[in-house]
């Protein structure tokens, strides 16, 4: 067969990536496309019958030696090996649609003469010696043993899985019991010229009946088809009728019109979870025709024309939420021909063409707003070719060639307005020789081979970088403005981005950084400035972020922390905070941004101090403490231990009143002296222990403050006293029993 070269694109950089475009001069080829990299010498992206190779490897007109197939449908890899008169001969390998090895061995004749094949899980159950079968059940028992003729069964005899022969076919022609790979019987019945012909049944699990009738060919052609709980479901009589489709496990898979033994008519095929995966019509058992396609959630994918099982004519895709994403052309099941792609909005975001699924040939593109951004050639879903790119404001911005999505080759880019701005060569996406304008026309500066003097202007002409520039790229000193034109960096590049010294500025024009650069952000040592110009942080830097040790200032220069820092945070690590009367506050270790393990300070917004001692695992834990209510005012004064109230304290009522003052112990109240109020008035003084008034004490009456009860408690209970009435008279002296008098 004759093939003639239509197009053979120039050699690009390292990757040399040729594009053969292939006329096939026999009946029934159309024109199709083939992608070739020496980089990877032997992939192949789409499959062209016989032609497989193009590197001369392989001597592909008389299809002798080492060679590949594809399935012409899918495309996908099915044998790799030798051939000899166009017939596979030598070693070789088979593959599933899903890569998994199918066949490893010898071949003779176009026929496997010896090997191993294995399911497509990857489950050994096939072997074959000078041409004779043996297949196996799962753990390596026989299931059949003898020859095959065009893939099916021909001489030979088949067992169970206790290993008892049920079956001889000789020359194509017997009874026959066929199995699943465990064991379980699926179909028994007469088996003529290789194929089932004449009475048979199908069984599904558990070897309940499934359909009990005559075959024609293999296929059904009169009889009965039963449920799993043994319903009869339909008749076919003549190859004619409307049938139900159970899997092994009984499971519903497919209804509808049956004629000539197949599907043919209208239908419905479900998933194992019973879902509708499919409805439309169908031509001798594929999809053919209108169609509908749903996700395993029965939403909505597809729905459009089918030929031969694949999408196939005019259609439109949906996403999960039923949102239109395409509508155009299809074939072989791809995109392939004229289509619209849209964004999860329903917006319009691409117009053209497409082959094999991906945007090839001609096309336009759109932003979210619905502005054309570029129209041009596509090559493998990527601007390849000639094509022009627009501003969202619809100005012409550049104009030229395109290699795998970027700007290379002859080209020109344009201020607003259509006004020139550079004209020349690009590679991968940069100038590369050329002269670049300014916005009154004037030229500005000439690159060569990717280097010289630029300046770089926006859209609206404003300057936006000026410095060296080689291999294509800000490369040395330079200068960064904002798009109004103010200075916002000065200092060194590498690789069109910030790397070494350089300085940062605001909108103001007033210094913000100084320091080290790598990779664009700030790393390595650098200082920060406010917006009056004062010191507020030297210290090392990580991916534009403070990390490592550092200082902080505040507004005045006065210096409030130094130590180590992390993701920009006083983080992690030691660090040393200092008050505004240059005082240490605390020295130690922080985590996570707070103040962990070590000794310190805290003061109030009055410079008072609130607590000092140490810190355990972010908690006061050691030391002296003052506790503030919501109003400022002192509720609490003294010792803590392991970060409950321990030792000497004092308690306060929010009218600054002493209510306790004395001993702690876990966080309560243990000795010491108490008072207790009631509306702001005195009615208890006295002593306290073990959590309880204990020893003498003082009660009062809240309408005169004048003495009720003087003696002493025991366990929080009178134990002996006095008592007054109002008018301080004296009415009782004795002892308690259970708040009693005795």
Do not use: P
């Not at 949906?318 to 791809?334: A, P, R, T």
Request: net charge neutral.
């Amino acid at each position: 067969m004759s093939t003639e070269i239509i197009n053979l694109e120039k050699t690009i950089k390292s990757f040399y990536i040729i594009k053969y475009i292939f006329s096939f001069l026999s009946e029934n080829k159309k024109l199709s496309l083939i992608f070739y990299n020496k980089q990877y010498q032997n992939k192949l992206e789409i499959n062209i019958e016989y032609y497989k190779e193009t590197s001369g490897k392989y001597k592909i007109a008389e299809k002798n030696g080492k060679g590949k197939e594809y399935d012409l449908n899918t495309y996908k890899l099915i044998f790799v090996g030798e051939y000899k008169n166009k017939k596979r001969e030598g070693k070789g390998k088979e593959y599933y649609e899903n890569g998994q090895l199918k066949f490893e061995g010898g071949y003779l004749n176009g026929r496997r003469w010896k090997g191993k094949g294995y399911n497509i899980n990857g489950d050994f159950h096939l072997e074959i010696e000078n041409g004779i079968v043996k297949e196996y059940f799962n753990k390596n028992k026989i299931k059949f043993e003898g020859g095959y003729l065009n893939g099916k069964i021909w001489n030979g005899k088949g067992y169970n899985l206790e290993g008892k022969e049920e079956f001889e076919i000789k020359n194509g022609k017997g009874y026959i019991k066929e199995f699943d790979y465990y064991g379980q019987l699926i179909y028994e019945g007469d088996y003529f010229n290789g194929d089932r012909n004449g009475k048979g049944k199908e069984y599904y699990n558990k070897n309940k009946l499934k359909f009990e009738g005559e075959y024609l060919n293999g296929k059904i052609w009169n009889g009965k088809g039963y449920n799993f709980e043994g319903n009869e479901e339909f008749e076919i009589k003549n190859g004619k009728g409307y049938i139900k489709v159970f899997n092994f496990f009984g499971n519903l898979t497919f209804e509808g019109d049956y004629i000539d033994g197949d599907r043919n008519g209208k239908g419905k095929e479900f998933n194992r979870e019973y879902t509708l995966i499919y409805e439309g019509e169908y031509l001798n058992g594929q999809r053919n025709g209108k169609g509908k396609e749903y996700n395993k959630f029965g939403e909505l994918i597809y729905e459009g024309e089918y030929l031969k099982g694949k999408r196939n004519g005019k259609g439109k895709e949906f996403d999960s939420e039923v949102i239109l994403i395409f509508e155009g052309e299809y074939l072989k099941g791809e995109r392939t021909g004229q289509g619209k792609n849209y964004d999860i909005n329903g917006k319009l975001i691409y117009e053209g063409e497409y082959l094999n699924g991906e945007r090839n040939g001609k096309g336009k593109e759109y932003d979210i707003d619905g502005n054309l951004i570029y129209e041009g050639e596509y090559l493998m879903e990527e601007r390849n070719g000639k094509g022009k790119e627009y501003n969202n404001e619809g100005n012409l911005i550049y104009e030229g060639e395109y290699l795998e999505g970027k700007k290379n080759g002859k080209g020109k880019e344009y201020y607003n307005k259509d006004k020139l701005k550079f004209e020349g060569e690009y590679f991968e996406g940069i100038m590369w020789n050329g002269k670049k304008y300014s916005y009154e026309g004037k030229e500005e500066f000439e690159i060569k081979n990717g280097k010289g003097y630029i300046k770089e202007y926006n859209n609206d002409g404003n300057i936006i970088y000026e410095g060296e520039y080689l291999n294509g790229d800000r490369n040395g000193n330079g200068k960064e403005y904002n798009n109004d034109g103010n200075l916002i960096y000065e200092g060194e590049y590498l690789n069109g981005e910030r790397n070494g010294n350089g300085k940062e500025y605001d909108i103001n024009g007033k210094l913000i950084y100084e320091g080290e650069y790598f990779n664009g952000e700030r790393n390595g040592n650098g200082k920060e400035y406010n917006n009056d110009g004062n010191l507020i942080f030297e210290g090392e830097y990580f991916n534009g972020e403070r990390n490592g040790n550092g200082k902080e200032y505040d507004i005045n220069g006065k210096l409030i922390y130094e130590g180590e820092y992390l993701k920009g945070k006083r983080w992690i690590g030691k660090g040393k905070e200092y008050c505004k009367n240059d005082e240490l506050i605390f020295e130690g270790e922080y985590l996570n941004g707070k103040r962990w393990i070590g000794k310190g300070k805290e003061y109030d917004d009055k410079s008072n101090l609130i607590f000092e001692g140490e810190y355990l695992d972010g908690k006061k834990w050691n030391g002296k403490l003052k506790e503030y209510n919501i109003f400022g005012k002192l509720i609490f004064e003294g010792e803590i231990l392991k970060g409950q109230k321990n030792g000497k304290g004092k308690e306060y009522d929010n009218n600054g009143n002493t209510i306790f003052e004395g001993e702690y112990l876990n966080g309560e109240k243990f000795k010491g002296k108490i008072k207790e109020y009631q509306f702001e008035k005195l009615i208890f003084e006295g002593e306290y222990s073990n959590g309880k008034k204990n020893g003498y004490g003082k009660e009062f009456y809240s309408s005169n403050g004048k003495i009720y009860f003087e003696g002493e408690y025991l366990d929080g209970v009178k134990k002996n006293g006095k008592e007054y009435d109002l008018n301080g008279n004296l009415i009782f002296e004795g002892e308690y029993l259970n708040w009693k008098k005795i």
